[in-house]
């Protein structure tokens, strides 16, 4: 019988066998999934990696100047007949963080 690891005294199991082949798959699985992600999305698996504060330091300023943001849709709400490229935060979050403007009126 096939015997595994330094124990040589017991032989592997089918339970064994099958829960380390799950393991290894799934594995496998995560990892290609991580690996198409940053395929396909550079950018943003890239920069949020490298900085991981930079996206809260950008909100927070942009906030700070009365300027709404919504995190978990990335938008930004600026007010209507005001420039977005006067926010230098705002047009950074859209550049690197994928966000997006939205005008608001006041």
Same mark, same amino acid.
């Given at each position: !019988?096939?015997? /595994? #690891?330094?124990?040589? !005294? $017991? &032989?592997?199991?089918?339970s064994?066998? $099958?829960?380390? +082949?799950? !393991?290894?798959?799934h594995s496998? @699985? ?6 198409? =992600?940053?395929?396909? @999305? &550079?950018? %943003?698996?890239t920069?949020?990696? /490298?900085?991981?504060? /930079?996206?809260?330091?950008l909100?927070?300023?942009l906030?700070?100047? #009365?300027i *709404?943001?919504?995190?978990?849709q990335?938008?930004i709400f600026? &007010?209507? #007949? *005001? *420039?977005?490229?006067? +926010?230098?935060?705002?047009?950074r979050?859209c550049? *690197? =963080? +994928? =966000?997006n403007?939205? =005008? %608001?009126?006041?």
């Open positions: !019988s096939q015997t /595994r #690891g330094i124990n040589t !005294s $017991r &032989p592997i199991t089918r064994a066998m $099958r829960s380390t +082949y799950w !393991s290894a798959r496998i @699985h995560w990892w290609l999934t991580a690996l198409s =992600f940053s395929v396909r @999305h &550079p950018l %943003i698996a920069s949020l990696m /490298r900085y991981p504060k /930079r996206r809260a330091n909100l927070y300023k906030r700070r100047k #009365g *709404e943001a919504d995190t978990k990335r938008v600026i &007010p209507y #007949g *005001e *420039e977005p490229r006067q +926010y230098v935060q705002a047009v979050l550049r *690197e =963080f +994928y =966000f403007i939205q =005008f %608001i009126i006041t």
